[in-house]
């Protein structure tokens, strides 16, 4: 079969990553909102807008991505349709799982609810990044401030994150022993779920992947 031949099936293998991949991650996030053992960094701060306001974390999640978006116009960041598509799909399969899952104080369903988010958080991050539709819109903002300002990635990240979590927790995010299982165990399940989902390279670039991330990033939505 020729390459042009296959360029279709390819896409549709890719798109079906992509939206796959944003909606677990949204499934994911929900899990580790229904354990109540602690959030990923940028939940606890939508946990925390949603508690003072009133809307539902899927709506904050949206509404934070969107903002979080208008501040790659001035770092110069152009967006893939894999970082569009994130602000709104994964806020709404947050929402829509959160409506299933029953609520529960028992730490017998809380801890397998804790695991099987970071688990499935994991595989959706390898999932959405090997598509290759570009990054989710917090990571761009990261990648951006490292390009403009000329400090690490690392660095960048760290002092992003850590005022997303302190601003979350003090609005009334939640923080726990989650939030530190999921800072040690996100990097490797993502390098994992990155290598099973990794789909080969085509010979010629598609005009809907965004500009390349640096490697040493794991990206989130």
């Known amino acids: 079969m020729s390459d042009a031949s296959s360029r279709p099936g390819r896409l549709v293998r890719r798109l079906a990553q992509l939206y796959a991949g944003l909606a677990l991650y949204g499934a994911s996030s929900a899990l580790l909102v229904a354990a109540g053992l602690g959030l990923e960094p940028w939940n606890v701060l939508h946990q925390g807008i949603a508690e ?11 509404a934070v991505g969107a903002l979080v978006l208008l501040l790659w116009i001035p770092l110069r960041q ?4 894999g970082t569009v598509s994130n602000v709104f799909v994964v806020g709404v399969a947050m929402d829509g799982t959160l409506a299933v899952v029953p609520d529960s104080h028992a730490l ?22 090997a598509a290759r539709f570009g990054p989710g819109p917090r990571d761009g903002l990261m990648t951006g401030l490292h390009r403009r300002s000329g400090r690490s990635i690392r660095l960048m990240r760290t002092v992003v994150e850590v005022a997303v979590v302190a601003t979350g927790f003090v609005l009334g995010g939640t923080i726990g022993i989650g939030t ?7 990097g490797p399940l993502a390098q994992l779920f990155l290598r099973l989902f990794a789909l080969p390279r085509a010979t010629d670039a598609t005009v ?6 640096p490697e040493r990033v794991i990206l989130r939505p």
């Open 180 to 186: 530190v299982l999921y800072a040690v165990a996100i």
């Open 52 to 62: 003072r306001t009133g809307l539902s974390i899927g709506v904050v999640s949206i």
């Open 208 to 213: 809907a992947v965004a500009p390349r991330t």
């Open 108 to 129: 017998a369903v809380r801890i397998p609810l804790l695991v099987a988010g970071i688990v499935l958080n994991g595989a959706a991050t390898g999932l959405y990044i």
């Open 78 to 81: 152009r967006p893939g349709l």
